[in-house]
């Protein structure tokens, strides 16, 4: 099916660096989802974007929604141990049959 | 925040038996919900949307006869899983939608000997 292209794949950075990651796709959405998802539980929203253009922050996490409404990108700033985890984006179309799309993920480790 | 809680968080059970799972919105009501499974370090694969009140939609490859849904009320839905086999065994995850957005709940580690 069809997923869109999350980078990096993997990033493994010092506590107190900045991250950023970012989500493309091919298609139009209107409704970009950043999730955090923990080993063994179920992803966590961390922001919602509903319109384009748009920049929201949530603590220390900052997402945009592009101007094209193709793509996305999450930042955390001043990484801390519990930042650890994989960060799923996730795309919603608009119409009756409306499935996210996800991304494949980035996997995040921070070095005490 | 809105809250979506799955029972059991985790499930044994021998190969040829069957396994329900609940999911249920507990601060919001959900007309569509979904299941999901996930394989270790790979993304969510959708099963099935379920609107309440009307019967579940699958996805390509996905046996409908195999993964029973029911989606009874606003705020419950459950995941039959018949005759499981070990290659059933996964990590299966509901999420609802509500609020303007799509909320998960924790999981159910599935595991069929």
């Known amino acids: 099916g069809q997923q869109l292209n999350q980078s990096p794949q993997s990033m493994f950075i010092q506590e107190g660096e900045d991250v950023s990651m970012n989500c493309t796709s091919s298609?139009?959405?209107?409704?970009w989802l950043w999730y955090k998802q923990d080993p063994g539980e179920g992803p966590v929203l961390l922001i919602a974007?509903?319109?384009a253009g748009e920049l929201t922050s949530n603590g220390r996490l900052t997402a945009q929604f592009g101007i094209t409404r193709k793509d996305s990108f999450l930042n955390i700033s001043a990484s801390i141990p519990s930042d650890v985890g994989i960060y799923f984006c996730?795309?919603?179309?608009?119409?009756?049959?409306?499935?996210?799309?996800w991304g494949l993920g980035t996997s995040l480790a921070v070095n005490p | 925040g809105a809250v979506v809680s799955q029972h059991p968080s985790r499930v044994i059970c021998k190969s040829g038996t069957s396994v329900k799972i609940e999911c249920r919105s507990l601060?919001?009501?959900?007309?569509?919900m979904f299941w999901y499974r996930q394989f270790p370090k790979q993304s969510l694969m959708l099963m099935a949307t379920?609107?309440?009140?009307?019967?579940?939609?699958?996805e390509q490859g996905v046996e409908k006869d195999k993964f029973l849904i029911n989606h009874a009320s606003l705020t419950l839905s459950t995941l039959t899983v018949t005759s499981a086999h070990p290659e059933d065994s996964s990590f299966y995850i509901c999420?609802?939608?509500?609020?303007?957005?799509?909320?998960f709940g924790p999981g159910t580690r599935l595991l069929v000997l």
């Open positions: 999420s609802a939608r509500g609020l303007g957005s799509q909320y």
């Open positions: 601060d919001f009501q959900a007309t569509t």
């Open positions: 379920s609107n309440e009140g009307s019967k579940a939609t699958y």
């Open positions: 298609s139009i959405f209107n409704t």
């Open positions: 974007l509903y319109k």
């Open positions: 996730a795309g919603l179309s608009a119409g009756n049959n409306r499935k996210l799309i």
